[in-house]
């Protein structure tokens, strides 16, 4: 108890000093020139036919403090701030005991931020928490103070707060969930809504309505405390039953905020856009959402996975050409989770990793015809660890099979053989070379998946494919204008070279393999389900794990990655395997239906051949096959009569096993 009061002592003397220093600080902004207040929130985000999708602000929603209901005030003030009227800008008692709480309890679930405090938070385009953004934070509130009335400030705040579901402001927020006027507000209404705003995805009546009603009996019982109205108001007001609304005049998606938060995370780290809405009277930013794509993707998902289902899944569709993302889901539902999978979360690739081994495959003298033997294998390396992977179901073909095979049925016996046959590094030098940045660990397992890579970054890899060899960085925005049309901002969208075009034509031709009937044989292509559905030609390779499911593929005109799986990481039901599939199937094929840019495929480059083979053993065909299939070679280096099955034995011989 003696350190406790000793440092409340000097706490104490601390706060003293910084009462001196806050006044003549106070003083010195009097003077100066007044902060743009009313610009907060001011963002508007465009789609690529520059039509607004998301306005954080918009002027005609302003309302005066008039024209707010008594209610939403009362609760506001006496939930958030009880002082407001009294302090200027910082409650010092208020923090004094927060501190104490915080200390003696060991937590720090205790807050002390005023409105003003709040209101110079949401100046900022972004909510890091470095000390240069806590120090700006506070010198806005003084300069707000200092320059603006309590009604003045408590009105830009009632008016820029987000209330969920893209809804900044009390009159936003009132129509929205409502229909009505945010001076038309009774006492229930007022207060579910003045509860949203501390966490609007968990307090959000649409969401989680008994977390709301909880969170309005507090606020209710705060105004009962405070002698703002009666217990029986309470009674009644906590008993009304409520119909709420959740329309916007645009069709909403729950899943464009995923877009909207990815927007608002590559926005904080644009350096020539002021950090501040103060400083920009607000921005127009033109992003590469294609709505109706992004509409397209939230629809199959809907129809794709039961309402009853906690599986949740990521989407991505990518320009590979620009590496403008022009559909994202991070989600099933915004609402519900405002957690984006598509940006912050990696999951276990499975066979999605292939690809990039196979690149490099092809680099060091490997073909298309290139053969290793289908069979139960166990591999032996650094002279006493084993490792003994397995094909799905343990199906084995027990016989040579060719790259284009070990890709249709998705062999890991066949990966794995030619990762230990290459050495580790090349695949990782392929995966660095296109942008996967994540941690990928050099042991035989590497090429099935085993590691964590986020899909935005997956679809990225896969672009360098997609526009045969270069590397492209994702980005969601395009443009950014002030409030008066000045350029603050244009993206580059520059391609780096480091890929061999001719060695990629022929990976992708490869991996239109998983869909393509002439490889049925002891199995089936992973795909083969949807050869009778694509109407375009695609690169396709799926992905699976206990835990996880991939699809993804692409042409020339789009990329386009899935994920499936549990946030909690529980195993996959067989049935749910076929989700992620379908989205990918669906979406794409919508994309292409709608742009008018031919078949999406690639033409041959010069310094490449095609062969009639044999498919299954990747052979040079004879009269005598029942199957043969054109497939793509470097030329100097097509089959001949026996010559890929003498490279083939020397390379079977040489794998360690």
Not at 556 to 561: E, F, I, P, R
């Amino acid at each position: 108890m003696r350190i406790l009061k000793k440092l409340a002592k000097i706490s104490m003397i601390l706060v003293v000093i910084g009462v001196f220093i806050y006044f003549g600080i106070y003083l010195y902004v009097k003077l100066s020139p007044k902060v743009v207040i009313n610009t907060a929130n001011s963002v508007f985000l465009y789609d690529k036919n520059e039509e607004i999708f998301f306005q954080g602000n918009e002027e005609k929603e302003w309302v005066s403090l008039d024209d707010i209901s008594k209610y939403v005030i009362d609760a506001t003030i006496y939930t958030e701030d009880k002082n407001f009227y009294k302090h200027h800008g910082f409650d010092y008692l208020r923090i004094l005991k927060a501190f104490y709480v915080n200390l003696t309890s060991g937590s720090t679930s205790q807050g002390a931020s005023t409105i003003t405090q709040q209101y110079a938070k949401n100046l900022f385009l972004s909510f890091d928490k470095t000390w240069k953004r806590k120090w700006d934070e506070m010198w806005y509130t003084i300069k707000i103070e200092a320059s603006y009335s309590k009604d003045e400030i408590l009105e830009g705040y009632l008016n820029t707060i987000n209330y969920g579901h893209g809804m900044y402001g009390i009159e936003n927020a009132s129509k929205y969930y409502f229909g009505k006027s945010a001076k038309e507000l009774d006492l229930a209404e007022a207060t579910i809504l003045t509860g949203i705003p501390k966490s609007p995805s968990n307090y959000s009546p649409l969401v989680n309505l008994e977390a709301a009603k909880k969170r309005q009996l507090m606020i209710l019982n705060l105004l009962v405390e405070n002698g703002v109205i009666t217990e029986q108001e309470k009674e009644d007001a906590y008993k009304k039953e409520l119909k709420f609304l959740g329309e916007k005049d645009r069709d909403e998606l729950t899943t464009v905020m995923y877009y909207h938060d990815a927007v608002m995370d590559e926005l904080d780290t644009i350096d020539s856009v002021p950090k501040s809405y103060s400083d920009t009277n607000g921005l127009k930013i033109y992003t590469n959402l294609d709505w109706d794509l992004q509409k397209k993707v939230e629809e199959t998902i809907q129809e794709s996975i039961p309402d009853e289902s906690e599986i949740q899944t990521s989407v991505v569709l990518m320009n590979p050409d620009t590496g403008g993302v022009m559909a994202l889901v991070g989600g099933r539902d915004y609402n519900q989770s405002s957690f984006n999978r598509a940006t912050d979360s990696s999951r276990q690739v499975g066979s999605t990793m292939k690809p990039y081994l196979y690149y490099a495959a092809l680099e060091n003298g490997f073909t298309s015809s290139s053969s290793f033997t289908s069979e139960a294998t166990t591999f032996v390396f650094n002279d006493q660890e084993d490792y003994t992977p397995q094909n799905y179901n343990q199906t084995y073909g027990n016989k040579p099979i060719s790259m284009g095979t070990a890709i249709a049925y998705s062999e890991n016996i066949y990966a794995v053989k030619t990762h230990l046959f290459l050495g580790g590094e090349s695949l990782i030098n392929v995966a660095r070379r296109v942008g996967i940045t994540a941690k990928l660990e050099n042991v035989p397992s590497l090429p099935l998946g085993t590691n964590e890579i986020n899909i935005l970054e997956m679809a990225a890899g896969y672009s360098a494919f997609a526009n045969l060899g270069y590397k492209v960085e994702p980005h969601f925005i395009e443009r950014i204008e002030d409030s008066e049309g000045k350029v603050l901002y244009e993206a580059k969208n520059k391609k780096e070279a480091v890929l061999n075009p001719s060695i990629t034509f022929i990976l992708n031709n490869l991996l239109t393999a998983t869909y393509d009937a002439d490889y049925i044989d002891y199995n089936y292509p992973t795909a083969i389900g949807l050869a009778s559905k694509l109407t375009h030609k695609y690169a396709l390779k799926s992905g699976t794990t206990e835990t996880d499911n991939w699809n993804i593929g692409f042409n020339n005109d789009v990329v386009c990655a899935v994920w499936v799986g549990y946030d909690d990481n529980q195993s996959l039901k067989t049935s749910e395997y076929k989700y992620a599939q379908n989205i990918w199937y669906e979406s794409i094929e919508y994309y292409e239906r709608n742009i008018d840019s031919g078949d999406g495929w690639y033409e041959m480059p010069d310094n490449v051949s095609a062969v009639l083979v044999e498919p299954i053993s990747g052979r040079l065909a004879t009269n005598e096959d029942k199957k043969k299939k054109m497939m793509y070679f470097i030329k100097g280096t097509e089959p001949t009569s026996n010559e890929q099955e003498v490279f083939d034995e020397k390379v079977e011989e040489s794998y360690p096993s």
